[in-house]
């Protein structure tokens, strides 16, 4: 991306801060990445970086198929376009999905190199082979750069021919999954990185968002702005006319600096005419989660396997529980930013961004422009978890733009960005399990109604169920598990009041964020049913060859044991100390991540404290590609599962969530982070996701920890100490 260039003069630089020198002819066997005549290979990143480290894990991908240095190898984090096809960073899809197409790109190159150095050689193509940006022959060599240069590469692929190309075996890996300098880290330590918040171009004016009483529904009845217009700096106060409906009843308050901005923005009265949603609670959300769950007629059948009703009346025992989770917000650390300009013709959106292919439509229809005159300008992130898929943000930046006739950079204030946090729903489930007499799991069922945000934003992407209703699969994923139980329902129910209450969002792993708390706090209850140690118990369901496939199962129980053996299961623990353990298989069934963790914790009896001790988390993801990358993904997704666990929650009051800054909104604190045990499971399988499946397993091995230490079973996230408490007293 040539990051800013036309509008500030600035040298070209992509959003890493490093220049990239564009001049000369290069060699593209792909879309994907350039060789120059240096031979610095330069490979086009279409997911976005929000600390992840994804440009490395993906570039190394390439470098590894085409055989050259790593040190020659630059990210350019590229700016939308249709030729990169579906722009999304989500769902722990990015390597997963990225890894056959850059390995053939890679491999492209790296024979059409081949080719033409054995020309230039005048050899045999077959004598030849290349290593760190060489091809060598027999005692001759020559380099990329020098290929690039006096060769003839006219070399190109179809999409057919790249999808045929072999890619080297495993054994043969010189960069994937062995230890490597991400490349992004030097230009984010020297300050050099770009981020959506440091986006300047000249003329520009700031803006704050007045935000209405509701996300929906709300429309502006008056402004008055006398008491701001004493702030210097002060321009305008705009009520925004937005065709795409993304921000209804919004006032953009502009000035010459944000700090202007900011303070005429407190002094800007506005009233609005209100929507029914100004009386929802938390309490009305779960309410009406629970009737939806209730009430067997609603909802999509994700699985419906043939005797689930029989083998329930005719169970030997039955066990039935209910499990619920709070609300929960992003917190980005970066707020949430966009400026807007037209320019030539084109409206340019200077922003971070997850999905870009998402919100390019609504952007056009909210300026009422073809979408071929909008291009989102790509930024670095700080911080994403979900949040930026939604790209909302963007709407109100081009639309004051666009009324006030310049470049507008709407910031949000910490406040500002909260309440307008697209957060993950509350939700209840209910789950059922059938036995027989002789403790066999014969049926089970589960139930889960939340927010859809899949069904709010992007409804093409639903898939329908046995009965032909659609469903959110980003709302119920978790819950079609690999475990053996017989005939088995899953059902999905989109929770009406909040959807309408509130734009439900994705969160980092999203459903399974409570799918998982519910299935594997559930498995601990049934296996103590069951009279079944909860390790035997699950080893038990993933052991059986139905229709789960047994590989996928053994995948699964093998994390499991392994986890189980580090954390030394079994063994007798102080008193108000207990283990607990959970598994799963990730995100979604057609990328399974299997991961399993055993958790520690300590509960003290007086306070209701939970002390998380230790973490042993087992993950199996194929090959992992860039180990420093996966390590740190598999932390992070493991201590947000701790603290949504124990610490992070809020909850809607009047149609607003009742915390808006990090004082109320309490996320795990490094004084509580416990030591870590994380190991990965060998495997040249193909790659799948990391990003996410971890913070799925934290939790129920903390509530089953929990039970282990003091007998009591908690059913809610958060667990916080006084629902300890309670349920101590109860006990």
Known sequence: MAFLQAQSGLAATDATGIAADHSGASFEPTLWYAIDREGVVTVHIIRAEMGQHVGTALARIVADELEVDWTSVRLHYADTDPKWGTMVTGGSWSVWQSFPQLSQAGAAGRIALIEEGAKLMRVLPATCTARNGVVRSAGKSVTYADIVRNGQLSRSYSAEELKALPIKPAGQR???GLPTAAIDIPSKTT??????????????VYARPKLPPTRNGCKVTSVDDSAALVIPGYLKSLVLDDPSGTVPGWVVVCADSFFAASRAADLVKVEWTTSPAVAVSEADIQARGLALVTDAAGGSLVVEDAGVDVAFSSAWSTLERKYTTATVLHFQLEPLNALALHKDGV??????????????????????????????????????????LNGDYAVPAALAAKALGRPVKLLWARADDVRFDSPRSPSVQRLRMAFNANGHVTAMQHHASAGWPTQVMVPSFMPKGRNGEPYDPFAISGADHWYSVGAQRVRAISNDLANSTFRPGWLRSVGPGWTNWALESFMDEAARAAGMDPLAFRLRLLGGNGKNGRDGAARQALVLQRAADMADWGAKMPAGTGLGLATTFGQERDMPTWCACVARVSVDRSSGVVKVQKLTVVVDAGTIVHPDGALAQVEGASLWGLSMALFEGTAFANGQVRDTNLDTYTPLRMRDVPSMEIAFIPSTAPPTGLGEPATTVVGPAIGNAIFAAVGVRLRHLPIRPADVLAALKLA
Do not use: C
């Open 347 to 388: 409206w340019e959106i200077h922003t971070g961004n997850q999905w870009q292919s998402l919100i390019l439509p609504t952007l056009a229809k909210a300026l009422g422009v073809a979408e071929t005159q909008v291009v989102m300008r790509t930024y670095l992130l700080g911080g994403g978890f979900g949040r930026r």
């Open 174 to 176: 010189r960069l994937i």
């Open 191 to 204: 300050g050099a990185a770009r981020y959506g918040l440091d986006a300047r171009v000249p003329g520009m």
